[in-house]
Structures are given as C-alpha cells and as structure tokens.
C-alpha cells in the first residue's frame, strides 16, 4: 500500500525526463535522485515511527505549536489540493487519454480534460469515503497490478533498448548527483512521507498491534520495503528514457518520453498498457492524499466532517487540475523550495532528538535558520533576483548557487542552538 501512495504522477514522469537528460551519465544521476526521492522519503517514514507522533504538526510542534499548525497546513496543502492531488489527474489525462484523442482544438482539449478529471476525481471520492479500506483496496489490488504493468513496460527496455546511452545534457554534464539530488525534489515523496506514515501506523493499529516499538519496526519496515521497490521501480524507468535519446531524440517531457517508447515497443496494445499504468499510479496516490488531508482537517477542525472534507478537496483538485500539467508544475515549485528544507531538517532533528534532549531552543534555532534561506529559495524561483542581489547572495552563502543554501546555516542554528541549550542547564543548576 505504502509503495503505491508514494509511486504517482510525478514518479512516471521524473524519471523518464531526467534520464534522457542524463544521457552517460545516468548512473550517477540516479544516485542522486535516489537520495531525495527515495532515501528522504524512507526516513520520513522512519521519523514519524521513531518519535512517536500523531502526526506531522505534533511532530513540528516540537519548535513551537504556532511552527508546528503554520507547517503542517502548508504541507497539508502543497501535497494535496493546491498541487500534487491535482497534478495527479493531468498527469493521467496527459498520458492516458491525450493518445487516444487524435487532432483536436484548444477547446476540444479543454472539454476534454474537464470530462477525464470528474472522472479521475469521481473514481478518488468513491475509494477515499471508507479509509479503513485502504490496505485492501490499494494494497491488495491496485499495487499488484500497478507493478504486473510496470514491469511489462520496463521490461522490453531493458532487454532490448532502443539504443545506447548518450551524451549528458545541462546541469547533467558536470554535476550529475547534484543535479539528480534536485530532481529527486519534484516527486514531493518526502513531504508524503511524513502523511503516508500516519496512514500505515493507523492500519498497523487496526490489525491489533497496540505496542509502540512493535508498531515503529513495522512501520519502517514497510518504508523499507516502500522504498526498494521505488529504486527498482525509478532504474528502470530512468534507464528507458537514456536509451530513448538515439531514436526518439530529446523530448519536452516525461510524459511525452513514456508515451512514445510505449507506442515503440507495443503498438497501439503500448498506448493502452502505459494508460493502465498512469491511471493506477496516479489514483492510488490522489486516495492516499484526499484521505490524509480529509483525517488531518477533519481533526483540526471537528465541526466539518471527514466526508465533507473529502468533497471539499476532491472539488477544488478537480478545478485546479484544469490548468494543465505545466501550469502546476511552475505553481508548485516555489513552495517546494520553501517546504522541502524545512521537511528534511525536521526528520534530522526527530532522529537526533535523544542527543540533545529534545530541548526546544535547539529545534527552534535550526528551523528558523532553514527556514530563512527557504523564503529566499521561495522567492527567488517566483519572482527572481537581480544579477546583483543573486551574486551578492551566492558570493555569501555557500552552495547557493546550486538551491543547496540552506545546508550551512541550518549547522550553524543547530550548533548555537545545542550551545544555548548546554548554557541554559549551567544557569538553571
């Protein structure tokens, strides 16, 4: 269940893009990527079984109750109906229905994405009313097929590849793991993680386990397995759009590098197959995030049922999904640079907790100096800086230039942050 919550719309289109960038270097590319798209997302998981929290605005609240509501209703948002839920319906009509259309015109498209969205968001409200059905509606039937379509997909990829790797493009020809530890941002898998987590400890409680480290070793055990078949899953798809350079050239998409190598390998039958694939993937997530943010808003506000909830985000992700793939993706990234630093540090810290006592000064000091180069990362992919102002900013913070920025002022809080704890003890005895 965990593996299909995660595995959606961006983690079809990411890969396939990224490795026709690539190219030669492909392999270290996906190192990086696998870093950020599946290491963060398994020690997400890991985070929230290991501290023991509801969920992610008690495990926030750490810093302060007013960090811990702002992040979690920030998160809450970015991963559910102001993107990633919405970016799952495009992402499905995109490559699943857009092939079978033929020539249309702009209003064609347009009626034709407003129908496949009530749909796909029809289908999501119908799985997402019960989610004490979860484990068996997703776990046990739509992972299994996902994975039997996948794996026919990739499989004629690998044993016989369109042609052979070629040469890098951009950021891909110097700095390929940093570049990839980029890309790997775009699945927002590490911001689900800390969402998805509560949904496996509450299915982990539903079947009776009521011990604390029996239900944290089965949650990161999940994570874990989660997370293998994300490796295997990105390879593959990352190595079929490096192998597809040579004879479809290089492509404006994922989307459109999914769909043509389909179309290479199996006809009209490849169209059909990589529309099962896109649809599975993507519905499975759209639940798993309708569900998720209906429990958490439904708890923070008790007076607006969990149902009502659901119709509420259902609606607005199927409005907003009719801006188009490309509209939510240039939307999305500024408040991913923001959340995405803040996402990371916060799971650091849960892990740490212990080593510092769990002292509050030591989590507020990190998080605000994250959080300031994140306003500025947010800002900057906005609106922009001046040539000025941006070189003025790289010449002052170290690994600026390549959106890693935050990594030095984030040690420098946490370091005064454990000095001003160790003081305030002295001061106290």
């Known amino acids: 269940m965990l593996f299909a919550l995660f595995f959606g719309a961006g983690n079809l289109i990411f890969p396939a893009a990224m490795g026709q960038q690539a190219g030669s270097n492909l392999w270290s590319a996906m190192f990086g990527f696998m870093l ?3 290491g963060l997302p398994l020690l997400g998981v890991a985070a929230i079984g290991y501290s023991g929290s509801r ?3 008690e495990l926030a609240s750490r810093v302060t109750p007013w960090f811990g509501f702002a992040f979690a209703v920030l998160l809450y948002l970015s991963i559910g109906p102001m993107f990633a839920i919405p970016r799952t319906a495009t992402v499905a009509y995109e490559i699943g229905v857009v092939p079978f259309l033929g020539e249309l015109t702009q209003y064609g498209k347009e009626i034709a994405l407003a129908v496949s969205s009530v749909v796909f968001f029809a289908v999501t409200y119908w799985l997402s009313i019960s989610p004490g059905k979860l484990v068996d509606r997703i776990g046990k039937v739509l ?3 996902l994975l039997l379509s996948i794996a026919i997909l990739v499989g004629a990829a690998i044993f016989s590849p369109m042609s052979d790797l070629q040469v890098a493009q951009g950021g891909f020809v110097e700095l390929p793991v940093l570049t990839g530890f980029l890309e790997g941002y775009n699945t927002m898998d590490a911001l689900a993680s800390l969402v998805f987590a509560i949904i496996v400890i509450d299915a982990v409680k539903s079947m009776g386990v009521e011990n604390q480290n029996q239900i944290m070793r089965l949650t990161i055990a999940a994570g874990a397995l989660a997370a293998l078949c994300l490796v295997l899953v990105y390879a593959s798809i990352a190595y079929m759009g490096a192998t597809s350079v040579g004879l479809l050239g290089l492509l404006d998409n994922g989307a459109q ?9 199996f006809g009209v039958g490849g169209n059909v197959l990589l529309a099962v694939i896109v649809f599975l993937a993507c519905l499975s997530t759209s639940v798993g995030l309708i569900t998720s943010c209906s429990e958490y808003f439904n708890r923070v506000f008790p007076q607006i049922s969990y149902r009502n909830f659901a119709i509420i985000f259902t609606l607005v992700s199927c409005i907003l999904a009719n801006k188009g793939l490309s509209g939510i993706i240039s939307f999305s990234i500024p408040m991913l640079m923001l959340l995405y630093p803040l996402t990371v540090v916060i799971i650091l810290l849960a892990f740490l907790h212990n080593f510092f006592g769990g002292s509050r ?8 100096a994250t959080l300031v180069v994140g306003l500025l990362d947010a800002y900057k992919t906005a609106f922009g800086f001046s040539a000025k102002t941006l070189e003025s900013i790289n010449n002052t913070l170290p690994f600026y230039d390549v959106g890693l920025g935050w990594i030095l002022p984030t040690l420098v809080g946490f370091l005064l942050g454990c000095m001003l704890n160790v003081a305030l003890k002295k001061k106290r005895s």
């Open 36 to 38: 950020t798209g599946v």
């Open 55 to 57: 969920d992610v605005q």
């Open 143 to 145: 992972t299994p097929a």
């Open 257 to 265: 590098v999914l769909a043509l190598s389909a179309q290479h390998y």
């Open 361 to 368: 000064i030591v989590y507020a000091c990190t998080m605000f």
